[in-house]
């Protein structure tokens, strides 16, 4: 399935993704470290990527996600140098380019937002409200972007996250809480490792409803 705008709410074809708790786990692979003038970034287990969002007057949510491709980020390091220089390696291999297809995985979940009043009841999301949502993906380059043309759905699945409460899983007045989870796979032949996979969610009248970058 094949989609130039992709509203999410749609099913699409099954694959296997990560276990969602995986991606806050590993992300501290990627942070840095120095070493005699320069800083090394270890990309194993992919490019990660979180952020919060929301639909204006509505509720508020996570996404955390990461781009990844069958043994490419393996062994992949980035070496920032002092005087600027910028070279990514796998082994004594100089990589300057992504493989010809990156898969991006991502899952959104409810999150409180950070401007509610104290005291005001909590909304949650919606299988409607998340089913309106439009993604759309654009490779940049320093501040250019250019729209990726054409991705490919591979999973789509919502599940049921755990009530705050033991009663609130009997109570028929407590709101279901919802985790929504996608994979896509997008074509990056020939795209530079230093430019950045932009995932944007936009409510139908063209709100952004989140914005966030997986950077190398």
């Known amino acids: 399935m094949r989609s130039r705008l992709r509203t999410l709410g749609c099913p699409v074809l099954a ?4 276990c969602p708790s995986s991606f806050s786990q590993a992300a501290s692979s990627t942070r840095p470290k120095t070493t005699h003038g320069k800083t090394i970034w270890n990309y194993d287990g992919g490019v990660y990527m979180v952020t919060d969002g929301g639909i204006p ?3 508020c949510f996570r996404i955390n996600g990461r781009v990844t491709a069958p043994a490419f980020f393996d062994n992949l390091k980035r070496f920032d140098f002092t005087d600027s220089d910028t070279v990514f390696r796998r082994g004594e291999d100089v990589v300057t380019e992504y493989p010809d297809e990156v898969l991006l995985e991502f899952f959104i ?3 409180p937002c950070p401007d509610a009043e104290v005291g005001a009841a909590r909304t949650y999301l919606t299988r409607e409200q998340v089913s309106k949502l439009h993604l759309n993906l654009f490779w940049k380059h320093g501040i ?17 996250r755990g009530p705050f409460a033991p009663v609130a899983a009997t109570d028929p007045d407590v709101p279901e809480k919802l985790e929504w989870s996608y994979v896509f796979a997008v074509p990056s032949a020939g795209i530079p490792l230093t430019d950045s996979l932009v995932l944007i969610l936009r409510t139908p009248d063209a709100r952004i409803a989140a914005r966030v970058a997986a950077r190398m």
């Open 109 to 111: 979940h409810d999150h």
């Open 15 to 18: 694959l296997v993704l990560a």
């Open 57 to 59: 007057s509505g509720p």
């Open 144 to 160: 250019d972007l250019r729209p990726v043309s054409t991705i490919t759905a591979k999973y789509f699945n919502v599940q049921r």
